[in-house]
């Protein structure tokens, strides 16, 4: 099984998202190149109800349900998401465990819709993972691009980015 890079994916799509992305949050920034939004350096808070097959593991079949708020960093809100997890899948290379996200993000000007695999192996080492971004409506309507996550404290708080960009020829 193939599964698609977040991160490749949105350079594919829009190469100036590229410039964008990263892998240590530095701050929060709203400037970016052409037409491309970044919203780095958030702290995520998370509002997790969890459903395991075996209670106190991970494992295939457990789902969730998240509600989560992101800050700058002056802790003001920036805006809040509500999320679906599925865990389905053991990958053959390395028998990761693999769940399925999708999720409906609310900024102030405009919304996000997120999907995609996110490695839990990675997610349990504090290892960042990507989930594909399409922009829904408002000041986001027509741009692709990624979400990035970083488990700071299991289940509870996570760095976070955002980068979308036009696509060329839009």
């Known amino acids: ?5 977040p ?14 992305m990263t892998t240590e949050p530095a701050t929060v920034s709203q400037e ?5 939004f970044a ?7 998370v509002k997790l109800d969890y459903e395991a097959v ?9 789902r969730s349900t998240h509600t989560d708020e992101f800050f700058d960093a002056d802790g003001a ?3 809040h998401l509500v999320g679906h997890s599925w865990k389905v899948l053991k990958h053959p290379e390395g028998d990761r465990l ?19 695999w996110i490695d839990v192996n990675a997610i349990l080492a504090g290892e960042w993972q990507a989930l594909h971004a ?11 691009g990624v979400r990035e996550l970083r488990s700071v404290e299991l289940r509870r708080n996570f760095q976070a980015n955002f980068v979308l960009c036009g696509l060329a020829g839009k």
Not at 1 to 5: A, G, P, R, V, Y
Not at 32 to 36: I, L, N, R, T, V
Not at 98 to 114: K, N
Request: aromatic content about 6%.
């Open 1 to 5: 099984m193939q599964l698609i890079d």
């Open 7 to 20: 991160f490749r994916a949105a350079v594919a799509m829009c190469s100036a998202c590229a410039a964008a």
């Open 32 to 36: 970016s190149p052409g037409d491309c």
């Open 39 to 45: 919203l780095t350096g958030l702290t995520e808070t």
């Open 54 to 62: 075996v209670p106190g593991s991970f494992s295939i079949g457990d």
């Open 77 to 79: 809100s920036v805006g």
């Open 98 to 116: 693999m769940a399925f996200y999708r999720e409906e993000v609310d900024l102030p000007d405009g919304q996000i819709q997120t999907a995609g």
């Open 134 to 144: 399409v922009g829904t409506a408002g000041r986001y309507l027509g741009k692709v």
